[in-house]
């Protein structure tokens, strides 16, 4: 017997039904963006690893899949080297490409290729998958999809108060309670820089990112690991601990960060942003958070992510401000602030609490029954005359039992079904049947059409 077919870790297929339900996603959120003024684009699902490297950290390197260089590629690579098994460097050497990380770093690159094509501030969004060479478990995966919109060539606070209201109105689209977390790179140096251990503000912002995951004990004893000194954190746990209204604690972190200028300025930064918001009619609740740090490298900034307040489930979207992204690529200056909406965790989030709207993942409308080569031939004109009229309808291709035929008919969740035999096609009419009801009536074209779309 031959060996049954199976797909990588971290992979998914998606069935019809699927695919109607992540296109709900994929379009609520396009919706939102245009609304907004976001223009789309795309970018190649692979970059070469020049573009990609040193721009998520140590861990996000080697998190990014290598594509092995084509044809003879151990030829300039020793023995010695390759049995030296230092990967970074063997991956250097066998690998010119990889496949994309995320989607900013080659939006970044795009924008540096393509500066005299596009005009300033450019505001572009984009929705294709990534790759990530990560552990897969629940809500994360190795192949999954970003739907990012990003502001690039202006410095102003709009651009977070905009994003912030984009999350705000995607989620309240989709029915899904949210908290929307803040919290800006310049806090979390200032909080590094009065405790002391300003050199390693990225091992501490490393580790209280993870206090929801692994508790207060388990950050702490990440920053012990990590050579910070007790008394630096024993300062920090008081910090990260902070509870309060978005104010309070506002003003308790401005007075612990008194003598740490870029920590003030990330606070008055975080203040101005909730002031305009505060003007703004949100739904979903937004809450400074402390221990927010999102660990990739290249945000300056304000920093976001969004959790689902009824399902556990990790940040379905984080983003932030970064103030020089395009200078690793020669145009240096150059400030943005973006945000990525996790279609895959949503997806899961809209699955586990069952927010889809019915004709959201409904296709087929109408049925047209096959009860033979004449009956099939009267059928054809009324469903064009139905996609005509924006109604997506088939005829059911055999002439098969009428048992199999509202079989299928129940099975991909047809709301009508359209019966035409020999009293029918005398009348110039048919009878359609309302498959949640059980109620049918004979019409001609334009009632059916009435009815189904009324």
């Given at each position: 017997m031959a060996q049954k077919p199976s797909i990588p870790k971290g992979t998914r297929d998606f069935t019809p039904q699927e695919m109607a339900k992540r296109n709900y996603i994929f379009n609520t959120i396009r919706e939102v963006y245009a609304l907004h003024g976001f223009q789309q684009i795309e970018t190649p699902a692979m970059e070469t690893l020049q573009t990609l490297m040193g721009k998520y950290g140590e861990e996000g390197d080697i998190l990014i899949y290598k594509i092995l260089n084509s044809g003879e590629f151990t030829a300039k690579v020793s023995d010695e080297e390759l049995l030296g098994r230092e990967h970074l460097k063997l991956a250097a050497r066998l690998c010119d490409r990889g496949l994309r990380y995320d989607l900013t770093v080659p939006f970044a690159r795009f924008v540096v290729m393509h500066r005299d094509q596009i005009q300033l501030p450019f505001k572009r969004y984009q929705i294709q998958p990534v790759w990530r060479a990560d552990r897969p478990q629940k809500g994360r995966y190795r192949e999954?999809?970003?739907?990012?919109?990003?502001?690039?060539?202006?410095?102003?606070?709009?651009?977070?108060?905009?994003?912030?209201?984009?999350?705000?109105?995607?989620?309240?689209?989709?029915?899904?309670?949210?908290?929307?977390k803040i919290n800006n790179r310049k806090i979390l140096a200032g909080?590094?820089?009065?405790?002391?251990?300003?050199?390693?503000?990225?091992?501490?912002?490393?580790?209280?990112?993870?206090?929801?995951?692994?508790?207060?004990?388990?950050?702490?004893?990440?920053?012990?690991?990590?050579?910070?000194?007790?008394?630096?954190?024993?300062?920090?746990?008081?910090?990260?601990?902070?509870?309060?209204?978005?104010?309070?604690?506002?003003?308790?972190?401005?007075?612990?960060?008194?003598?740490?200028?870029?920590?003030?300025?990330?606070?008055?930064?975080?203040?101005?942003?909730?002031?305009?918001?505060?003007?703004?009619?949100?739904?979903?609740?937004?809450?400074?958070?402390l221990t927010l740090a999102r660990g990739l490298n290249y945000y300056t900034g304000a920093i976001f992510e969004v959790k689902a307040l009824d399902v556990q489930m990790g940040s379905i979207t984080g983003g932030g401000r970064y103030d020089n992204l395009t200078g690793i690529f020669g145009m240096p200056g150059l400030s943005g602030v973006g945000i990525s909406f996790g279609a895959d965790r949503i997806f899961d989030v809209l699955n586990t609490l069952d927010l889809y709207p019915k004709d959201a993942v409904a296709s087929t409308q109408v049925l047209f029954v096959n009860f033979g080569e004449k009956e099939s031939a009267y059928c054809l004109p009324i469903a064009s005359a139905c996609r005509q009229a924006g109604i997506s309808c088939e005829?059911?291709?055999?002439?098969?039992?009428?048992?199999?035929?509202?079989?299928?008919?129940?099975?991909?969740?047809?709301?009508?079904?359209?019966?035409?035999?020999?009293?029918?096609?005398?009348?110039?009419?048919?009878?359609?049947?309302?498959?949640?009801?059980?109620?049918?009536?004979?019409?001609?074209i334009p009632q059916l059409i009435a009815v189904v779309k009324g």
């Open positions: 999954f999809y970003q739907c990012d919109a990003d502001i690039v060539g202006s410095d102003s606070l709009l651009n977070e108060v905009e994003l912030m209201q984009i999350m705000d109105m995607v989620f309240t689209r989709l029915g899904i309670r949210v908290a929307i909080i590094a820089e009065v405790v002391g251990e300003a050199e390693k503000m990225t091992d501490i912002t490393v580790a209280i990112d993870k206090l929801d995951k692994i508790g207060l004990d388990g950050v702490k004893a990440e920053l012990a690991a990590d050579g910070i000194s007790p008394e630096a954190i024993e300062r920090i746990q008081p910090i990260i601990t902070l509870q309060g209204s978005n104010e309070e604690k506002l003003d308790t972190i401005a007075s612990i960060l008194s003598d740490s200028a870029v920590g003030l300025k990330g606070v008055e930064e975080v203040r101005t942003i909730l002031t305009l918001l505060s003007s703004s009619t949100l739904h979903n609740v937004v809450e400074l958070d005829l059911y291709p055999d002439k098969a039992k009428m048992k199999k035929q509202m079989s299928y008919a129940n099975e991909r969740g047809i709301n009508f079904v359209a019966l035409a035999g020999e009293n029918e096609m005398a009348a110039g009419k048919i009878t359609l049947k309302n498959m949640e009801t059980g109620e049918q009536q004979l019409v001609d």
